[in-house]
T-cell receptor, first 107, second 115 residues
Framework: KNEVEQSPQNLTAQEGEFITINCSYS?????LHWLQQHPGGGIVSLFM???GKKKHGRLIATINIQEKHSSLHITASHPRDSAVYIC?????????FGKGTKLTVNP | NAGVTQTPKFQVLKTGQSMTLQCAQD?????MSWYRQDPGMGLRLIHY???????DQGEVPNGYNVSRSTTEDFPLRLLSAAPSQTSVYFC??????????????FGPGTRLTVL
């Protein structure tokens, strides 16, 4: 069983919809990362959080340490948000990655 | 800043050949790491380094060697390539030596095929 689980694996939405991607982890972590992998393959960091909530533009990430759960929300989704979203958790030196959620936003 | 660079972008090897994947960063980051990404699986850690002269194994180190003689460079060596090493390889860096606790910066990836 993977130590970091994401759901759903695939998600299709219409432009403008509110999106939620979930991440659960079974290991102790000091930080939870959300990454975006573009269709061309490049990976960029969206958020790193250890408690509470962070917001950047239309993206919001939350984490509940007690429940070992994090969510990534996208408000007013747009076709350019189509990508694979990856969560990863780590204690100190090693990150463990979820398998990713493939998001497709249709116009 | 160029960020994290990787060369080559694409490579085809025959079974048994050796090669080195190059990774460099110009952000003076302490932590560097190598991952492989395979279909249906998450990124998996191969090796990592918390500073020049210090390396350690990740989840899938067999068949790979690394060294870190400078802060900037972290090459990954395939000793004797096998078809199971066909994958996309990503190098990443972060400022803090406790890499998991800091923002990760990824290179563009190297797509390796072993025939």
């Amino acid at each position: 069983k993977n130590e970091v689980e994401q759901s759903p694996q695939n998600l299709t939405a219409q432009e403008g919809e509110f999106i939620t991607i979930n991440c659960s982890y079974s290991v102790g972590i000091s930080a939870l990362h959300w990454l975006q992998q573009h269709p061309g393959g490049g990976i960029v960091s969206l958020f790193m959080l250890s408690s509470g909530k962070k917001k950047h533009g239309r993206l919001i990430a939350t984490i509940n340490i007690q429940e070992k759960h994090s969510s990534l929300h996208i408000t007013a989704s747009h076709p350019r948000d189509s990508a694979v979203y990856i969560c990863a958790g780590g204690g100190s030196e090693k990150l463990v990655f979820g398998k990713g959620t493939k998001l497709t936003v249709n116009p | 800043n160029a960020g994290v660079t990787q060369t080559p972008k694409f490579q085809v090897l025959k079974t048994g050949q050796s090669m080195t994947l190059q990774c460099a960063q110009d952000m003076n980051h302490e932590y560097m790491s190598w991952y492989r990404q395979d279909p249906g699986m998450g990124l998996r850690l191969i090796h990592y380094s918390v500073g020049a002269g210090i390396t350690d194994q990740g989840e899938v180190p067999n068949g790979y060697n690394v060294s870190r003689s400078t802060t900037e460079d972290f090459p990954l060596r395939l000793l004797s390539a096998a078809p199971s090493q066909t994958s996309v390889y990503f190098c990443a860096s972060s400022a803090a030596s406790g890499g998991a606790r800091d923002t990760q910066y990824f290179g563009p990836g190297t797509r390796l095929t072993v025939l």
